[in-house]
């Protein structure tokens, strides 16, 4: 009879304590959508980072402008944003669109700090610390780490850019192997390789 209550005060534990997350997560969406539409951006960024659930943004109109003309006029969307401390100790939020990483500096915001291309991203690495995380990422040859990254934010980013990394890096090697069939065929039309030699060469290239 004691487990039998023991375990139903748990489960009432646990139910209160996912009801008093989802109201959190709630209520953080609302603020941050209030807090994103009195931002001057543009109405599609804004949609962008609100559909993205974004609420770790600290930066001002005047922080945010550089982004503003970097994503004008672009089919670059925006899916996700944290704020975070690069390697060189200064506030920077962390964007990352369908196409790239882009960094910008909270003391240097007429600067674009660094764009990594998604398909340079070998790796990354989330770190959990005590109050807040780390991201590093192994961009090429190169180690390049964020950190005081909110947790939810961490997580979330660090998921958005291992997923959007590999797709990114398996579309560049399928247009690699469009553009190796097209000069193979170019061959072909030139007399220089037989239509065997193409299809056996093209097979070759697509590993079937």
Same mark, same amino acid.
Request: with cysteine.
């Given at each position: ?12 534990? !646990? ?23 009195? @931002? +001057? ?19 001002s109109d005047k922080d945010l402008a550089p982004l503003v003309k970097l ?7 925006? !899916?996700?944003?944290? +704020? $975070? ?8 939020? @962390?964007?990352?669109?369908?196409? /790239? ?6 003391? /240097?915001?007429? &600067? ?14 989330? /770190? ?7 991201? +590093? ?25 291992? +997923? &959007?990394?590999?797709l990114a890096q398996g579309k560049g090697e399928i247009d690699k192997q ?5 000069? @193979? ?5 030139? $007399? ?13 290239? @697509?590993?079937?």
């Amino acid at each position: 009879m004691k487990e039998k209550l023991w375990d139903f005060l748990i489960y009432l534990v !646990k139910k209160q304590r996912e009801a008093n997350q989802s109201f959190l997560s709630q209520q953080r969406s609302q603020q941050s959508i209030a807090k994103i539409e009195k @931002l +001057t951006l543009p109405a599609n960024l804004k949609q962008q980072l609100i559909d993205a659930d974004v609420f770790d943004i600290w930066f001002s109109d005047k922080d945010l402008a550089p982004l503003v003309k970097l994503l004008a006029d672009s089919s670059e969307m925006i !899916k996700y944003t944290a +704020t $975070g401390i690069n390697d060189q100790s200064e506030v920077s939020l @962390l964007v990352c669109t369908n196409q /790239r990483l882009i960094v910008i500096s909270k003391k /240097r915001s007429d &600067l674009i700090v660094k764009t990594i291309l998604l398909d340079r991203i070998k790796s990354v690495l989330l /770190r959990h610390q005590i109050v807040y995380d780390e991201i +590093t990422l192994v961009v090429d040859n190169e180690q390049i780490d964020f950190n005081s990254i909110n947790k939810i934010s961490a997580a979330i980013l660090a998921d958005d850019l291992r +997923t &959007l990394s590999k797709l990114a890096q398996g579309k560049g090697e399928i247009d690699k192997q469009v553009e190796q069939i097209k000069k @193979l065929k170019e061959l072909v039309d030139q $007399g220089i390789l037989t239509e065997e030699e193409f299809q056996a060469k093209k097979k070759k290239i @697509l590993d079937i």
